[in-house]
């Protein structure tokens, strides 16, 4: 079965400073990896996704994340964090090919951003 | 992408009482998905509806206390039946579909049971 880790359920940075946010998956078949992000009081939204076709990739909002087979990972990183970031982030994972379409996801990581 | 509505956007209910939560899509659908959100945690699946047959639940979720419908490629309905303090929950459905799998989610609906 899969399932997905992310390290740090709380995360704060400094506005300006490079966000930094860990999910590493487990999967027994090559699998898809999303970030969604939650704002308070609000539903998730899809900040990226990974389908095996470029190992980098880039969503909104400046957000990017590199899936490293070898290490199982899929971090989630923003260069320079804005205030309006502050949200909660799961990583999630889903294998298709197994028959199983819907979303296993991570604890969740808060990002608080500090002025 | 999917716009999907959902209603109540939230309640408070009494214990012993049920609620019964709407999704609508504006697109039609395959697959629909339930997800709870208990306070302060991750998201848990709770069934898959496709349109025309029973819903699959995950461990841990019966259709006795979560029945669901899908009678339709646009719509579905999730009850909380009998509910207790413990079902206080967002409760988030979703839509998913096409060769990457993308989910696209409800704005999900604010439970309170006292």
């Known amino acids: 079965a899969q399932s997905v880790t992310q390290l740090g359920s709380h995360v704060s940075v400094s506005e300006g400073a490079l966000v930094l946010l860990r999910c590493n998956y487990s999967s027994s078949v090559p699998p898809y990896l999303f970030w969604y992000v939650q704002y308070p009081n609000q539903g998730l939204q899809l900040l990226l996704k990974y389908t095996s076709a470029a190992t980098l990739v880039k969503g909104i909002n400046g957000f990017e994340a590199e899936f490293k087979k070898s290490e199982t990972s899929f971090h989630l990183t923003k260069p320079s964090a804005h205030m309006s970031d502050a949200a909660e982030y799961f990583c999630?994972?889903?294998?298709?090919?197994?028959?199983?379409?819907?979303?296993?996801f991570g604890s969740g990581t808060r990002l608080q951003v500090q002025p | 992408s999917a716009v999907i509505s959902q209603k109540p956007s939230r309640d408070i209910c009494q214990r012993g009482t049920s609620l019964t939560i709407q999704c609508q899509v504006d697109?039609?659908?395959?697959?629909m998905f339930w997800y709870r959100q208990q306070p302060g945690q991750s998201l848990t699946l709770i069934a898959t509806a496709n349109q025309g047959s029973e819903a699959t639940y995950e461990s841990g979720f019966v259709i006795d206390k979560f029945p669901i419908s899908r009678p339709n490629l646009t719509f579905s309905t999730l009850t909380v039946s009998n509910m207790s303090p413990e079902d206080s929950s967002i409760y988030l459905c979703?839509?998913?579909?096409?060769?990457?799998?993308?989910?696209?989610f409800g704005p999900g609906t604010r439970l309170t049971v006292l």
């Open positions: 979703s839509v998913g579909g096409g060769f990457t799998d993308t989910q696209y």
């Open positions: 697109s039609q659908v395959t697959m």
């Open positions: 999630a994972v889903s294998v298709p090919r197994t028959g199983r379409r819907a979303l296993t």
